[in-house]
């Protein structure tokens, strides 16, 4: 049961880092299309990002009353239907719609978030939540890895074909057919549910005062923060750095995000063989060697060094997340995750600065911001040891 479970987890870690990181396609090609700035094109993220930090809360109490099966099942739902308002704004060139339609889409991930996170937590031993949360997390990543091929292919390949964004109308009507389809097939699986007589009557106040919970929340903030700054601007970056197209660009993203799933796939061993907070601040500060050294570099030795960063992000989600909640009770971990969800409005925020510090002091110096945020977790990683 738990390898059905484990097996099913997959397929909806895959399909969040897909849809997920195809923001990293959208935001070049809507700059152009609308001839945004980068702080309004980075408003994409702001929007995905920001349901994070309003629907967090709401989604753990739906996931509290149905159950996480129920709750994954509703979080495919919702998401294909941000999938569905593609077509009108589209048809309307109306880029506020795409920010709605987004943070529909949003909304659906975040009780995907808040669902599938603990759960994979707790359907196995607490010693190896942190390994099974990176192998499911790996998979996540190969949906990044694919979906800058997909977004190359048939969104930025039409850059030169429309100016009305009709690029993205088919794309992301095939993507809700198939969340539809997936909903349909999870409804219909008997998966292992945790039980309401098992959840913890502690209040979200009592959650909340769980210290490591409010450092995993840091941490996850400025985490998703800095790896969402440096993939929205990627493509940019590089246009900028070399004479790449933006098509070729999207190409060396997808590069960035592979390293992500190969570093987790790794970190699978890595982190049952050492401290998880050891791991974390190597990490942590690889990825800043390699943010200084790229914006102090030029040509391919810039492009390759920031897309290495990628290697350095594989692991920190799951650890900080398993890390942020290691300390709650039996039952209190939809609370937890909850909280930890409402932490990735880092994802919204800090590329919207990043974006507005490139605006007037260029993409080189606006990646120091990241750079910060990996300081941050690198201290985490030394404090939870």
Not at 190 to 206: A, F, M, R, V, Y
Request: proline share 3%.
């Amino acid at each position: 049961m738990q390898k059905k479970a484990l097996t099913s987890l997959t397929v909806l870690f895959f399909m969040m880092g897909f849809i997920t990181c195809l923001n990293d396609i959208l935001v070049p090609y809507l700059k152009v299309v609308f001839q945004l700035d980068y702080g309004q094109a980075a408003l994409v993220q702001f929007c995905f990002f920001g349901a994070y930090g309003l629907t967090s809360i709401p989604a753990s109490k739906i996931i509290e009353k149905i159950g996480y099966h129920k709750g994954m099942v509703l979080g495919f739902i919702v998401t294909a239907l941000g999938c569905l308002l593609f077509y009108p704004a589209v048809s309307l060139h109306t880029y506020g719609l795409f920010l709605f339609a987004l943070f529909i889409l949003a909304a659906g991930i975040v009780l995907l978030q808040v669902a599938a996170n603990p759960y994979v937590s707790v359907i196995g031993p607490k010693e190896t939540a942190s390994s099974r949360l990176t192998m499911v997390q790996a998979f996540n990543s190969f949906g990044t890895f694919l979906a800058p091929f997909f977004g190359a292919y048939f969104i930025l390949s039409k850059l030169d074909q429309t100016t009305n964004a009709e690029g993205v109308k088919y794309p992301y009507l095939f993507i809700a057919a198939v969340l539809i389809v997936i909903a349909i097939l999870l409804s219909r699986l008997h998966l292992p549910e945790i039980k309401s007589e098992e959840k913890s009557n502690s209040s979200w106040k009592k959650v909340f005062k769980e210290p490591g919970l409010i450092m995993g929340m840091i941490g996850i903030f400025t985490y998703v923060g800095a790896e969402v700054a440096i993939g929205t601007f990627l493509v940019n970056y590089i246009v900028e750095t070399t004479t790449t197209s933006e098509t070729q660009a999207a190409s060396l993203v997808a590069v960035y995000w592979g390293f992500a799933m190969v570093g987790r796939f790794f970190g699978i061993f890595t982190l049952k063989k050492f401290a998880p907070g050891k791991v974390l601040t190597v990490h942590a500060m690889g990825a800043i060697a390699l943010i200084l050294i790229s914006i102090n570099s030029r040509g391919m030795i810039s492009v390759y060094s920031m897309i290495l960063v990628g290697l350095c992000n594989s692991i920190m989600f799951p650890t900080i997340f398993t890390l942020g909640i290691k300390g709650l009770g039996m039952g209190e971990e939809h609370k937890g995750s909850g909280l930890m969800a409402t932490a990735i409005l880092g994802g919204a925020l800090i590329p919207v600065l990043t974006g507005q510090m490139a605006d007037t002091m260029g993409l080189r110096t606006a990646f120091l911001l990241p750079t910060l945020c990996y300081g941050y977790i690198a201290i985490m990683g030394i404090r939870s040891r």
